[in-house]
């Protein structure tokens, strides 16, 4: 069977039953024969190329354990990545916009990210994630207990392992700004473990580059957004992602788009500190987390 076009709700759809089935132990082979698919069908739905009916997805997420807010979140992208492709912009207005976030950042290739004035989500530590989260409970977030608290904090924790752990190694490069370590969260503990943190990622992972935009600095493009951008290779066009604080999430991934994104990070790599100056104000900024 011929692949068909991916497309954002198709990518998203095929990396979130890629993990469903990697996190069930279920082989590609028994979950094509359980909706009485071919293994290369499945191959094609996983890659973001290939859909299902309501049905047969309904059949396979509750196969691969899904259940509750999940698989009403499957069924959703299901239903997405069945419509034809308009061009226009994805406007993603599921809850909690941020897994659809971490499925492009699985799918991804090459990731470029950035953020004002806070840690970009893929460098955060379990301590700063924590006391983020509890500081926009009752505001952005509904108060939680302390278990629905510690499972967002790991589902996010997990997004990280499935970058960093991929089995093809990708590009990755976040930016933030040094007023970053100003914008104190929880406490001095919790501000020195994601020092600490930073750096231990990137004595691990080469293929992470950490870069602070000084302050002060002239012309910063982005001063005031936060954005990425992900390559991927030959499978989709690059998308671009705008972050906001509450609200629906758009990704744009029409050319005139992305190669302003792209020029604003190319500008951001001019104005950062080099990777090695980097790590050398992270690892004086957390000795003074410590006094």
């Not at 278990?147 to 752990?165: C, H, N, P, S, W």
């Not at 080469?206 to 302050?215: C, E, T």
Request: charged share 25%.
């Amino acid at each position: 069977m011929a692949k068909g076009t991916a497309t954002m709700p198709r990518v998203f759809l095929g990396v979130a039953l890629h993990q469903l089935r990697v996190e069930a132990g279920i082989s590609l082979e028994a979950a094509a024969k359980h909706i009485g698919k071919s293994r290369q069908r499945l191959m094609n739905l996983i890659e973001g190329r290939a859909t299902l009916t309501a049905d047969e997805l309904k059949s396979l997420a509750e196969y691969l354990g899904a259940a509750g807010d999940r698989l009403s979140e499957l069924e959703a992208l299901g239903a997405e990545a069945r419509r034809s492709p308009t061009g226009d912009p994805y406007t993603d207005l599921g809850p909690e916009s941020w897994r659809r976030v971490a499925y492009l950042e699985a799918k991804a290739r090459t990731i470029q990210a950035y953020e004002n004035g806070v840690f970009p989500a893929l460098i955060q530590c379990h301590e700063y994630l924590t006391a983020m989260t509890e500081a926009s409970e009752g505001i952005w977030l509904d108060p939680m207990d302390g278990e629905t608290r510690a499972k967002r904090v790991a589902a996010r924790l997990e997004r990280q392992r499935y970058v960093f752990e991929a089995a093809e190694s990708k590009r990755v490069q976040v930016f933030f700004t040094e007023d970053t370590f100003n914008a104190l969260v929880g406490n001095k503990e919790v501000m020195r473990a994601q020092c600490a943190h930073i750096m231990d990622l990137a004595l691990v992972h080469a293929n992470l580059d950490i870069r602070i935009i000084p302050s002060p600095v002239w012309d910063n493009p982005a001063q005031y957004c936060g954005l990425a951008l992900f390559g991927f290779g030959d499978l989709l066009r690059p998308v671009g992602f705008l972050a906001v604080v509450y609200g629906p999430s758009a990704y744009l991934d029409k050319e005139e788009d992305t190669v302003r994104i792209a020029r604003a990070f190319e500008r951001l790599e001019e104005l950062a500190l080099s990777r090695d100056e980097t790590l050398k104000l992270i690892e004086v900024k957390k000795e003074g987390f410590s006094r």
